[in-house]
T-cell receptor, first 115, second 112 residues
Framework: AQKITQTQPGMFVQEKEAVTLDCTYD???????LFWYKQPSSGEMIFLIY??????QNATEGRYSLNFQKARKSANLVISASQLGDSAMYFC????????????FGTGTLLAVQP | DVKVTQSSRYLVKRTGEKVFLECVQD?????MFWYRQDPGLGLRLIYF???????EKGDIPEGYSVSREKKERFSLILESASTNQTSMYLC???????????FGQGTRLTVV
């Protein structure tokens, strides 16, 4: 069965510091993609970053990077230099490639950035 | 600009009513998804569709059905709404082997 686990329901971080949001996943399929989405209080789902299972390098998008450890089945999101606007819910998601491309999400981590 | 549009932002229905939640995408995507979002539970997949008239159950399909008669439209149907279906419902679409899914703005459904 495929599963995404986010063990941190909530986190605090000081403005300008880096923060790591944890995500572990479970799949027996060798081909899959991992995603992080941000959901601010407005409710919209904002795509942040993507990592393919065969990608050799860790994905980076501006202040976001994905710490991909395939053997440990973890895909942690690192936000560098946190800003007040980073306060939001963050979801990790996985899609297993194949005919149906099912996309599943974790339970989310609520990040609060403190001034 | 890519767009996924859900027919209503807020909806209030009575117990036992048949409820239709509509989702339309303008990106010619093969895949469409319906999730419900509840505090502490994240996004749970109700149903998804990978082609017209093709559908698969997600993790929590009980009490729901779906319809995809046209590629751009994916409907979620609550056959007989119950109070435990009060939730935020999110629709998403993505290309066949796409790197990301695009989300609608969500429908907050309250069943009274």
């Amino acid at each position: 069965a495929q599963k995404i686990t986010q063990t941190q329901p909530g986190m605090f971080v000081q403005e300008k510091e880096a923060v790591t949001l944890d995500c572990t996943y479970d799949t027996s399929d060798p081909s899959y993609g991992l995603f992080w989405y941000k959901q601010p209080s407005s409710g919209e789902m904002i795509f942040l970053i993507y990592q393919g299972s065969y990608d050799q390098q860790n994905a980076t998008e501006g202040r976001y990077s994905l710490n991909f450890q395939k053997a440990r089945k973890s895909a942690n999101l690192v936000i560098s230099a946190s800003q007040l606007g980073d306060s939001a819910m963050y979801f990790c998601a996985m899609r297993v490639r194949g005919a149906t491309n099912k996309l599943i999400f974790g339970t989310g981590t609520l990040l609060a950035v403190q001034p | 600009d890519v767009k996924v549009t859900q027919s209503s932002r807020y909806l209030v229905k009575r117990t036992g009513e048949k409820v239709f939640l509509e989702c339309v995408q303008d990106m010619d995507h093969e895949n469409m998804f319906w999730y419900r979002q509840d505090p502490g539970l994240g996004l749970r997949l109700i149903y998804f569709s990978y082609d017209v008239k093709m559908k698969e159950k997600g993790d929590i399909p009980e009490g729901y059905s779906v319809s995809r008669e046209k590629k751009e439209r994916f409907s979620l149907i609550l056959e007989s709404a119950s109070t435990n279906q009060t939730s935020m419902y999110l629709c998403a679409s993505s290309p066949g082997q796409g790197r990301r899914a695009f989300f609608g703005q969500g429908t907050r459904l309250t069943v009274v």
